[in-house]
């Protein structure tokens, strides 16, 4: 499985943006699909998961902004994030993985999108 992330940019704290993930490869159904994102000098973080039924599981920081969803059709997993603030400014990635259970961190997932970088003014 391939991924590539897009939609990246820079927005104002407030703000919205919507982040495509797109898998090439067969079987994107059978996987299980996550974001992370990484700070400048900071550890990478756990952001969304959404599994093959399309249960979603949120890291605390984006819960209630964020919304993690699937397009199967279209091979496609977005992160609709809204309320923007400065500190979600980051490297946004997208990954997958057929682990069992919400998993939440990253050597669970086998595949890994480039990032897609964004940034939130104030």
């Known amino acids: 499985v391939q991924l590539q992330a897009s939609g990246g940019g820079l927005v104002q704290a407030g703000g919205s943006l919507r982040l495509p993930c797109v898998a090439s490869?067969?079987?994107?159904?059978?996987?299980?699909m996550g974001w992370f994102r990484q700070a400048p000098g900071k550890e990478r973080e756990f952001v969304a998961i959404?599994?093959?039924?399309?249960?979603?599981y949120y890291g605390d920081s984006v819960k209630g902004r964020f919304t993690i969803s699937r397009d199967n059709a279209k091979n496609t997993v977005y992160l609709q994030m809204n309320s923007l603030k400065p500190e979600d400014t980051a490297v946004y990635y997208c990954a997958a993985t057929q682990i069992a259970g919400w998993a939440t961190y990253g050597s669970a997932y086998d595949y890994w999108g480039q990032g897609t970088l964004v940034t939130v003014s104030s």
């Open positions: 959404i599994n093959r039924s399309g249960g979603t």
């Open positions: 490869g067969r079987n994107f159904r059978n996987y299980k």
